[in-house]
């Protein structure tokens, strides 16, 4: 597997804004799923949103309207714009990318990011 680089995590009180910047590697052929997951300390992984195919772009009901992904293939980065931010938004936040399966699953990714912390205060 291969490691993505994820910046940008850090502590924001409810209503405040972070972005969220994963670096992708340079993949021979295509990559179907590029994604975002979070876990909360005694909680699942938990799956944020993720851009299928380069093209389509689906969100968890949790995160609609206030986050937003996007990518810049150009410097395979990949971003999770989180806006309106939420004390239970508050988990480490990974990146990952998988070449096929269902894009919401995590055991779908083979490639994970280090994780990064986001805790949201009231």
């Known amino acids: 597997s291969v490691q993505l680089v994820e910046s940008g995590g850090g502590s924001a009180q409810a209503g405040e804004s972070l972005r969220l910047s994963c670096v992708f590697p340079e993949y021979s052929g295509a990559i179907l799923c590029m994604g975002w997951f979070r876990q909360a300390p005694g909680k699942e992984r938990e799956w944020v949103a993720n851009i299928l195919a380069y093209r389509s772009i689906f969100y968890a009901d949790s995160v609609k309207g206030r986050f937003t992904l996007s990518q810049d293939r150009a410097k395979n980065t990949l971003y999770l714009e989180m806006n309106n931010l939420k004390p239970e938004d508050t988990a480490v936040y990974y990146c990952?990318?998988?070449?096929?399966?269902?894009?919401?699953?995590?055991?779908?990714?083979?490639?994970w990011g280090q994780g990064t912390q986001v805790t949201v205060s009231s």
């Open positions: 990952a990318a998988a070449r096929d399966g269902h894009c919401a699953a995590a055991n779908t990714y083979n490639d």
